[in-house]
């Protein structure tokens, strides 16, 4: 039996879900659209059934994209996830509001359940309400309280599901009516209004209201919403985030980074030398240590989001930055996503979807890689670190943390621009609109947040993992491989320059390396794309490290190392940093100028460096469209932008 | 005498007389902002805009733009919560 699981957003479908399903659930995707289904097992006796968790909707007509996934299903009785069994989750606090969809839901006649949660809520607020004569006006229905924050009522629910599929409403709660067209807003608005007058006149009935003395919920609203201190909280909010995410995330990333370099050096050790061998322990270890690496990151990112997200403060930060964003073509829900970005673009272009209009849904996602994430750090600190002098500039000012900073504001002032720029070319026929319910504040509830992030940590390894996997596959073929004999030559000059040299093994095997690598396809096409790349100060092995970074930026880096023949020593560059200040061009010039090295910033700043961002753009927009005009535009941008760079400086 | 709900103060209340034809009039409709329903402003954002509105049983916030788009005249009368 299949149990859709249906409701207003947030009367606690997740927290039912969670609690009946454990952590019995995996997510899954609505064909056609872009939102995540969730679906958990219950076992109920011997039988097991698939309850599947949908995106809140205040009513069966759509109103933005993921709310058209619960209309499609219901009307489509051969759709796989077309219901046996609905079970409509209602807040016994907001009774009106939540018994309008639940009636429109009764109304289509299929087997359904009420659950009335949030009770505890309902009793403070002093309202009571008359279950037997809730059941009186749904004969065709099963009706249950519960607290899913408490978990009571889990056993009610579960025998309830026994026997409620044979049990369907046989009259209509509004009598006469029919479901409208979806183009039919005339008929939508008659429906409402009547379907209204029927329910505030069963609430008189059913609902009674003790006059309780309210304490002042305003007053923390009053704070939070405040023109001065509700920045300075939500900016305070965010430095905590981000103190964490970038210093404390460090910790298990630098001892990832290291199992993985470990498990590589293990299995090039362990596994007979060949092509199989240097594929693992250079192409697929690496690969996936490229998406483990985040994990950190991406989970802190949503442990904090959804914590604000269960007490109900980010609805006020929806409130409060909605004026600032919306004359750049944005929301005040674009500023969850453009945060996230800061840490990691996919998360942010996944949490886009909660932006219901479209317009501004898209010019967020497009955006959003502009934020410079956190894979662009490793490339920022060692060109800062080469070419920016570590001095103080006006009295105490560091020069080299005020060019980082400078790049991050490079980047969020282009992501606005940008955005305002796309407000006038996309076309569309609506005006950009928010609708938004401030819930009341509740404490975070653990599971649920427990669960959030595991979710997410499970979409992002998956879903980019696989791009990031393939292309860190495609990037090692082609820097192993060269057309002809072209790699075995540049072994044997390699070995032959070592023994002139009287190199010491190591050595012997860098430059072999650094040799190979610049006769591989990679190597044969960043020399061709020299002429491209000159205008902006760079050569054939910068133009090298910008292709293999394609896959992710940090690759920079380690691609640099390899060319430069230079044993990557992790964090701190050194001897990198010193072999590129070595490096001169013919006329005795440093290659790594001031000039060159601000416009690869620059450069970094802008280029969508980034094959998983792309992939989950795709995803999300279900289209190539959208990720092939983002790799346009922010290619463009990049170009011009450290061609400007450039010749400025130089 | 009526006016739209942009242009009531924080604090006050006011009478739902009429929700100007509109995309989205089903929509607001369906959030419970119905013809003769009271809605309390409680207070807005930052630079005015979006506000906040206590109505049956929640609170609402909505851009300027949305609440000019109800007609309503002020009352004394109070939300019922
Ligand atoms: N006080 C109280 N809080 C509850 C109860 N059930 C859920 N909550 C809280 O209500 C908030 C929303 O719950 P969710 O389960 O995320 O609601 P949802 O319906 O899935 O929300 P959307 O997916 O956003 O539509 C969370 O902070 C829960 O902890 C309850 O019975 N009483
Ligand atoms: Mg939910």
Known sequence: MKIALLGNPNTGKSSVFNMLTGLRQHVGNFPGVTVDKKIGNIKIGVETHKLIDFPGTYSLYPRSKDEQVVYDVLNDSSSQDYPDLIMVIADASNLERNLFFFSQIY????????????NDVAQRAGKHINIERLKEAFP?????????????????????LENAADRRPENKFL?????CSLDDLQCQEQEASLRYQQI??????????????KKDMNKIDKILVHPVFGYVIFAAILMVIFQFIYSFAAYPMDLIDGWFAELSVFLSRSIPEGIFSDLISQGIVPGIGGVIIFIPQIALLFFFVSILEETGYLARVVFIMDRLMRPFGLNGKSTVPLLSSVACAIPGVMAARTITDWKE???????????????????????????????????????QGLVLFSLYALGLVSALVVAWILKIFIKTREKGFLLLE??????????????????????????????????SIILWALASYGPGDNMINAEIEARKSALAHQLDQEKTEQLIASEKLEHSYIGVFGKSIEPVIRPLGYDWKVGISLITSFAAREVFVGSLATIYAIHDDGEENKRLIDRLREEKRRDGTPVYSLAMGLSLMVYYVFAMQCMSTLAVVKRETKSWKWPLFQLAFMGVLAYVGAWITFTIFS | MTESLDHIAPGQHAQITEILHNDLKPQLMEMGLIKGRIVEVLFTAPFGDPIAIKLNGYVLSLRLDEAALIQVKTTNELVNS
């Open chain 1, 175 to 179: 009598k006469g009516s029919e479901i």
């Open chain 1, 140 to 160: 065709g229905a099963s009706i249950e309280g519960i607290n899913a924050r408490l978990g009571t009522g889990k056993e009610r629910i579960l025998s309830l």
């Open chain 1, 361 to 399: 849904r898209m010019i967020t996602i497009l955006v959003a890689p502009l934020m410079s994430c956190s894979a662009r750090i490793p490339v920022y600190t060692l060109l800062i670190a080469l070419v920016i002098p570590n001095q103080t500039v006006f009295g105490f000012i560091n020069l």
């Open chain 1, 107 to 118: 109304d289509l006649g299929m087997p359904c359940i009420l659950v009335l949660n949030m």
């Open chain 1, 438 to 471: 401030l819930p009341g504040y509740k404490a975070p509830q653990l599971k649920n947040v427990g669960i959030t992030v595991l979710e997410k940590v499970k979409v992002f390894v998956f879903d980019a993992g696989k791009v990031i996997m393939a292309i």
């Open chain 1, 200 to 213: 505030s006149g069963l609430i008189k009935e059913i609902q009674e209201n003790k006059e309780i003395p």
